[in-house]
């Protein structure tokens, strides 16, 4: 993040004929984006979004998981059950 030199206020990016500048909020003021400044930004962004991103798949996740987990117990029991029945049955 970066800060205007002479207001102090928060300088924001903005694009201008095809190329990046951080302008301030509150004067206005403008100056053209350097690569660090605009690798903090972006850096920023991406963290936040993957952030954002990792807990929602996870709340979504988890009780699909739990479900899915409860189907497959029931389907191998179901399974063992029916095994243990044909076998017995061979047995006799
Ligand atoms: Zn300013």
Redesign the pocket.
């Known amino acids: 993040m970066r800060f205007?030199p002479?207001?102090g206020?928060l300088m924001v990016p903005v694009k201008k004929d095809g190329k990046a500048y951080l302008r301030?909020q509150?004067?206005g003021?403008e100056e053209e984006m350097k690569g660090s400044d605009a690798k903090s930004y972006v850096d920023k962004k991406s963290v936040e979004k993957k952030g954002a991103v990792i807990v929602e798949s996870y709340e979504e996740k988890k009780p699909d998981e739990e479900e899915k987990e409860l189907k497959e117990d029931y389907v191998k029991q179901l399974l063992d059950n029916l095994y243990e029945t044909e076998s017995e049955q061979e047995e006799d």
């Open positions: 205007c002479r207001c206020g301030c509150r004067c003021y």
